[in-house]
Structures are given as C-alpha cells and as structure tokens.
C-alpha cells in the first residue's frame, strides 16, 4: 500500500478524477462504477480486450459518447475544477482542452495545412497560422518530411504519416490532455513504434490517455495503467506493479495473452 507521502504526492499530479461514472445506453449498462485518477505529465494505458468499453470511456472524457442515442451518463469527471460532464459545461470548451485521436485517420478533405490549422484559427485567432501548423509538425516529427508539401492534401501519406497529422490537429490546439483509441491498431510495427516514441516524447508537455487491446504496448510505454473488462474495472495500479504482480486474474491472463 502506498505511503501517506506518497498518496500525497499522487493526489497532487492529478489532472482528472473520475469518481462513480455509469454510462448506459438505454436500459443496458456498458460502464459501471469507474472510479479512477489520471496524472499529469504521464501516460496511462486503459487496457482491455474488444468490448471492454475503453472506447466508451475515453470518449466520456471529452463529451462525444453523450452524442450517441439514448446515452445516458451519470457520475463526476474533475478536470480544472470542475465536473466536465455537467449539462451547463459547454461541451466544446472541454474539447479544446481534452484533444482527441481516434483509431482510423479522419483528416479532412482539405491541404495538410488546413488539417493543421483549421480548428486553430477558430480557437487561436490572435496566433499565427504559420506557426502553428509548423509546431504541431514538429511535435510529430512531420515538419522536415512535409514542409514542401503544406498546400497537398494528405491522400498520398502513409496510414502512419496520417495518424501523426491526426495528432498534429490536436495538439495545434494546445489540449491539456490528449486522449488516443488505439491509434495503432492499423499500423505496421514501424509506423506503431513511430508513434510510441512520439508519445513518450509528448508526456513531458502533454498528459496522455492511451486505450489498448495490446497489452504489450501498454507495457512498453505507459507509466500507469487500468484493466478495463465488463465496463467495470478489474485493477489500476502503476504498469511495473501491475505487470509484474497483477492483483487480478484477468489483469493476468490478459497480460499472459488468454484473455483477448
């Protein structure tokens, strides 16, 4: 059990709580009693196999799953302050500050720079464009590839430059926290470990929230993890100590590989 000091210094690296969530859609319950803590500057894995609902929670966390039919949310997530899911937070603000990537690239059919820039302009009007779009490049290591390349529309990039530019969207707004459902899922190992060294390099600037069905990827690159089965969670813990002694059955037998 962690000491006071160290309950202390964890209470105060928190970022977002989230304390009793339940999400059901009509009568049938898809998250139950989630109750977890997200800490800055880190990485935390939510972990799971298909079905597990890590999709349904991550998107909780930036207000898109009460967009679904017949959501019907009820609990606190703490962020600034304040509890986001709350019906006179304004949804978009939240959005803003809690950026999202989904697993498939959904760039627009515009230039790569409109991709970058387009919600900038909107919600950074006092900004440069220019610099912007070349920071949130930079970020993902895109910049020195595609410089030349701005005013093309992104058809011709690899499924993994795509991802990156799908990053570089989010981040040109600045976010907080920056939420990604399992954006490797359709990569090749190449383009996978790409994006798992961007992300390692991001958590020193932005709080990163990682869904995975890879247990192997939460292990290599997140600081944290929660172990997601039924809608419910099974166990939370940092990633050394739940991969090296899971409290669980099923964090074990999804990190043995049984559980898929």
């Known amino acids: 059990m962690p000491s006071m000091t160290s309950e202390q210094n964890l209470e105060s690296m928190t970022i977002l709580r989230i304390k009793n969530l339940n999400l059901s859609f009509g009568d049938t319950p898809f998250l139950q009693n989630i109750d977890m803590s997200v800490f800055s500057r880190s990485i935390t894995a939510i972990m799971g196999p298909p079905g597990s609902g890590k999709t349904t929670l991550i998107r909780c966390l930036n207000r898109t799953s009460e967009l679904l039919p017949r959501a019907k949310i009820t609990g606190e997530i703490f962020f600034e302050g304040q509890n986001i899911i709350d019906s006179e937070i304004d949804p978009n603000t939240v959005r803003r500050k809690i950026g999202m990537v989904f697993e498939s690239p959904n760039l627009f059919p515009k230039s790569i720079y409109d991709n970058v820039a387009w919600a900038a302009k909107i919600h950074r009007p006092t900004e440069k464009s220019d610099l912007i779009v070349e920071s949130a490049l930079r970020d993902v290591y895109l910049w020195d590839e595609l410089k030349d390349k ?20 989010a981040l040109a707004l600045k976010p907080k926290i920056l939420v990604l459902d399992e954006p490797t899922l359709e990569l090749d190992p190449f383009s996978t470990s790409r994006i798992e060294d961007l992300l390692d390099d991001l958590k020193s600037r932005v709080t990163i929230i990682l869904s995975t069905r890879n247990s192997a990827q939460a292990g290599r690159i997140s600081d944290y993890s929660v172990m997601l089965m039924n809608g419910m969670i099974a166990e939370q813990g940092s990633t050394d100590q739940m991969f090296y002694a899971p409290q669980s059955e099923i964090t074990e037998s999804f990190i043995s590989g049984k559980l898929y």
């Open 150 to 169: 701005l005013a093309y529309k992104p058809n011709f990039l690899s499924r993994g430059q795509q991802q990156r530019l799908c990053i570089a969207r």
